[in-house]
């Protein structure tokens, strides 16, 4: 662990730089862009289970939020 923080010492930390960084609208969502939250982000993508997420399963997705979402 130590050869990790050695490695990474100066490094920013891109993660909370986006979200901290108020210019960016889409900040908010790297937070949820974890080993916490890959299985549920992974189901609402692949409609079909089969483990990958294909092209069409990601427009199928995109272009089913609500009308008036920006």
Excluded: C
Excluded at 15 to 31: H, L, V
């Amino acid at each position: 662990m130590e050869k990790l923080a050695s490695e990474t010492k100066g490094v920013p930390d891109v993660g909370a730089t986006a979200i901290n960084n108020s210019t960016n609208p889409d900040a908010w969502a790297i937070k949820y862009i974890d080993v916490m939250w890959v299985q549920p982000i992974l189901e609402a993508f692949d409609d079909d289970a089969s483990g990958f997420i294909t092209v069409a399963e990601v427009n199928h997705f995109t272009s089913s939020r609500p009308a008036d979402w920006r």
